[in-house]
T-cell receptor, first 114, second 114 residues
Framework: DQQVKQNSPSLSVQEGRISILNCDYTNSMFDYFLWYKKYPAEGPTFLIS?????DKNEDGRFTVFLNKSAKHLSLHIVPSQPGDSAVYFC?????????????FGRGTQLTVWP | KAGVTQTPRYLIKTRGQQVTLSCSPI?????VSWYQQTPGQGLQFLFEYFSETQRNKGNFPGRFSGRQFSNSRSEMNVSTLELGDSALYLC????WGDGTGELFFGEGSRLTVL
């Protein structure tokens, strides 16, 4: 059961423009959401997170928006840079009860071209 | 501070064999989780250990097992390998005792089963 879904396997954006990566979830118990970035031959690295009590969290060029009623979150990267080209994974959990288990989407390959 | 270290990085086995993968978490991290990544499937949770105890387990057959030592290092074992076990196996550690929040991933062990 895919409780976290990333319906776009790939996204191509020109350098300097905005990248928007989307993620949907089905489990209303999820209360914490994370984005990870993964380069080839490397492990995923944490990018940004958001608690369900917020609807927005910003860190430099990265902003995550959460719409609980729609069970949807998105990651905005502005401005996009070629070094942002990677696979982005959305993940979710129920804090305090999922014991090391993050529910991941299948990832979106972002390509930023010059 | 050293990151999560996984060994070996690459290995090739044949069907029916068994394999053991090793993970050294970040110093001070007591929670260790294991994930399997296959093409197009995202990251699938295998199990989580804390203080040498398995606290959580994903939906994998009994051929997949693990353990954690008193120094928090962890191993996972896959017996009677099948072609479908070919994957990137990722270990992650966490400083949080409740096993939630940001996970710090290693670079993974790439297993190929022939």
């Amino acid at each position: 059961d895919q409780q976290v879904k990333q319906n776009s396997p790939s996204l191509s954006v020109q350098e300097g423009r905005i990248s928007i990566l989307n993620c949907d979830y089905t489990n209303s118990m999820f209360d914490y959401f994370l984005w990870y970035k993964k380069y080839p031959a490397e492990g995923p690295t944490f990018l940004i997170s958001i608690s369900s009590i917020k609807d927005k969290n910003e860190d430099g060029r990265f902003t995550v928006f959460l719409n609980k009623s729609a069970k949807h979150l998105s990651l905005h990267i502005v401005p996009s840079q070629p070094g942002d080209s990677a696979v982005y994974f959305c993940a979710a959990e129920v804090r305090g009860s999922t014991l090391g288990r993050l529910y991941f989407g299948r990832g979106t390959q972002l390509t930023v071209w010059p | 501070k050293a990151g999560v270290t996984q060994t070996p990085r690459y290995l090739i086995k044949t069907r029916g064999q068994q394999v053991t993968l090793s993970c050294s978490p970040i110093s001070g991290h007591r929670s260790v989780s294991w994930y399997q990544q296959t093409p197009g499937q995202g990251l699938q949770f295998l199990f989580e250990y804390f203080s040498e105890t398995q606290r959580n387990k994903g939906n994998f057959p009994g051929r997949f097992s693990g353990r954690q030592f008193s120094n928090s290092r962890s191993e996972m074992n896959v017996s009677t390998l099948e072609l479908g076990d070919s994957a990137l196996y990722l270990c992650a550690s966490s400083p949080w005792g409740d096993g939630t929040g940001e996970l710090f991933f290693g670079e993974g062990s790439r297993l190929t089963v022939l």
